[in-house]
């Protein structure tokens, strides 16, 4: 079993920047695939980025392409997602997932689990 935990979510203005973390409980944090999701009011879920389970290939939505940056440290468990350039639309509850033994799919049926998600807005 993991369990997952975001923190890092706030309110921001237009053009700036937030750096969201995932720690996760399990030991066995480099066998997983990870990823960001988000979904906003009235919205269904959608992919944002997400990177194999050694970092060394992510994946990144088309909307968030050179403003967002996942990275990830096994050593200490945890995924970060960096937004910069954040826009009003980028506001979301943002999730991430883990996808055991996965390659870094952008399908949120792929992972098998998810965060409580924390809350980013932008404000215009």
């Known amino acids: 079993q993991v369990a997952l935990v975001e923190s890092g979510g706030g309110l921001v203005q237009a053009g700036g920047s937030l750096r969201l973390s995932c720690i996760s409980s399990?030991?066995?944090?480099?066998?997983?695939?990870m990823a960001w999701f988000r979904q906003a009011p009235g919205k269904e879920r959608e992919f944002v980025a997400a990177?194999?389970?050694?970092?060394?290939?992510?994946d990144y939505a088309d909307s968030v392409k050179g403003r967002f940056t996942i990275s990830r440290d096994n050593a200490k468990n945890t995924v970060y997602l960096q937004m910069n350039s954040l826009k009003p639309e980028d506001t979301a509850v943002y999730y991430c997932?883990?996808?055991?033994?996965?390659?870094?799919?952008?399908?949120?049926?792929?992972?098998?689990?998810w965060g409580q998600g924390t809350q980013v807005t932008v404000s215009s």
């Open positions: 399990g030991r066995t944090f480099n066998t997983y695939a």
């Open positions: 997932a883990a996808d055991y033994l996965g390659s870094g799919s952008a399908s949120a049926s792929r992972y098998d689990y």
């Open positions: 990177a194999t389970w050694s970092g060394g290939r992510t």
